[in-house]
């Protein structure tokens, strides 16, 4: 009886695992609830990495997914941002490079274990700004191909996008007379579906 037990929990367990495998290898692409969507901080910092020449204002971020549903392929382009907006900063102060719209959204990984996603990264392409951290300095930042800014979009496990954190890590360019070389962004935005303030963006693998 004992070795017919053991057998069948090595069977049961045999069983999950390979349905957790399938699973795994199906679940290539992801699925959005909506194309359109908005991101909102109601405060986003911009400094140099140590925290200096801080820059902190709402920001305000719409885009939409190029399909609802797309491959997770490193580097897709998967969004474009068409509209950013700067409100009025804590410190500092920042414009946005308006014709330098749209810019570019590319799928770079996920986190978690398959079929269960905790989060997606995407990088952030072409955004352009100016920064003016006081004392007359006016300073231009750029992310690029090389030289991206990353957001992860957390997710909960009832599948909705609850919040888009950028990585405080990767270094932004920036130009100008007195200006620090790099920048880092940092704090959490609310991402919601294109027109709506409370409803969530859900996040789904198919």
Known sequence: MRHRSAAATAALTATLALALAVAAASANRLSYSTQGFRITWSQLTFSESGGGLPIRCPVTLEGSFHSRTIAKLRG??????????????????????????????????????????????????????????????????????????????????????????????????VTGSLCPPFGVFSGGGEVHVLGSTSTRVRLSLI
């Not at 414009?95 to 995407?122: C, D, E, K, M, N």
């Not at 007359?136 to 090389?146: D, K, S, Y």
């Open 76 to 173: 897709a382009l998967v969004a474009h941002i068409s509209r950013a907006a700067i409100g009025v900063c804590q410190e500092g102060n920042a414009t946005i490079l308006s014709a330098t719209l749209p810019w570019h959204v590319t799928y770079q990984s996920f986190t978690g274990t398959l079929p269960s996603l905790t989060g997606v990264r995407h990088l952030l392409i072409g955004a352009a700004f100016q920064i003016e951290p006081g004392l007359g300095i006016v300073c231009l930042a750029r992310t690029m191909a090389e030289s991206p800014a990353a957001g992860d979009a957390n997710r909960e496990a009832g599948g909705n996008i609850t919040s888009l954190s950028p990585d405080p890590s990767l270094p932004i360019p």
